[in-house]
């Protein structure tokens, strides 16, 4: 018996740490998931599902009012109060408690459901209730295999899923960094390819910051001596981007992100079309993926010239 119970606790500490869920105790959460999501007790059926779980803490005699995203045309909603009213119109929900609810904090909860059309893409922009941009967090459950692109960067590396194919990556709005309005998400099958680093990779580094040392000193010279003209700022940041995004990744990579980008915009339209994406989302995935894909572009127009 004792030895079991040794082989148990061993068994139990062998599990690594990062394969645990994250604990969360935000206000507002989002889940994300392909199929069932992982971390809530209920059955998710099959598409791609979002859950999102806001505490509202409500005082009898006024009704608590709170408004959400709803990346489904038709969502469930429901209360821990055990009383809620739900009204969708162009992809925002109402929820309403009753002001005869009693007082407490109580957990409002709404599942979209967006079923498979053909592709396992996924396109939507959430928007945190509010006073919880900087209390909020957005759990993707990325299945083995799927790409990732979001308003943010993810807070770190992702973690293992304990039951499932899949990763735990978390987006956090908080003092330092608020979730934005919205938090458009898109996740598609398949992954970028980078190329490794060779070996030796400080030789060329320290090459390229002598040759930018002296390019600086040269450009300063011929500056002062008039012989050319110094750039505006606007026309240095705009073609800084392009030049920066040539000289650090090769044509082979830069071909990638354009087809994955000309990818992203047509799974864009396709959502528009299907009303999975509001008018307000659309306009600013859309314009922020036509931003990069035209950097990108220049870049592989530049490394062309330059070759």
């Known amino acids: 018996m004792r030895a079991l119970l040794a082989l148990a606790i061993v068994l139990a500490l062998a599990v690594p740490a990062a394969a645990q869920p994250p604990v969360l105790t935000q206000g507002y959460q989002a889940r994300i998931a392909l199929g069932d999501i ?53 992809g925002v929900a109402t929820l309403r408690i009753p002001a005869a609810t009693a007082s407490g904090s109580h957990e409002l909860v709404l599942a979209s459901n967006l079923p498979l059309t053909g592709h396992d893409a996924l396109g939507l922009g959430l ?37 499932a194919a899949c990763s735990i990556v978390t987006y956090t709005g908080h003092a330092g960094r608020a979730l934005p309005d919205p938090m458009w998400l898109i996740v598609r099958p398949g992954s970028a390819a980078v190329a490794p680093a060779p070996a030796d990779s400080m030789t060329p580094w320290l090459y390229a910051a002598v040759a930018f040392v002296a390019g600086c000193i040269v450009w300063a010279l011929l500056v002062k001596q008039g012989m050319v003209q110094k750039r505006s700022r606007r026309q240095s940041v705009a073609v800084s981007a392009h030049e920066e995004a040539a000289a650090k990744e090769s044509p082979a990579v830069l071909e990638g992100r354009k087809r994955a980008l000309m990818a992203a915009l047509k799974e864009v339209e396709v959502a528009k079309m299907n009303q999975e994406m509001d008018a307000a989302t659309y306009d600013v995935v859309k314009a922020d993926f036509k931003r990069q894909a035209v950097t990108v572009m220049r870049a592989l127009e530049s490394g062309e010239t330059k070759s």
């Open 127 to 163: 928007r945190a209730p509010a006073g919880h941009a900087t209390d909020g967090v957005v759990v993707l459950f990325l299945p083995n295999g799927y790409s990732a692109e979001a308003a943010v960067a993810a807070d770190g590396e992702a973690l293992a899923c304990t039951q």
């Open 38 to 90: 992982p971390t809530t007790s209920a059955i998710e059926g099959a598409g791609w599902n979002v859950v999102q779980k806001v505490t509202v803490q409500h005082a009898t005699g006024t009704e608590s009012v709170v408004t959400l995203s709803s990346p489904a045309p038709t969502s469930a909603a429901s209360c821990s109060c055990g009383n809620v009213s739900a009204a969708i119109e162009g």
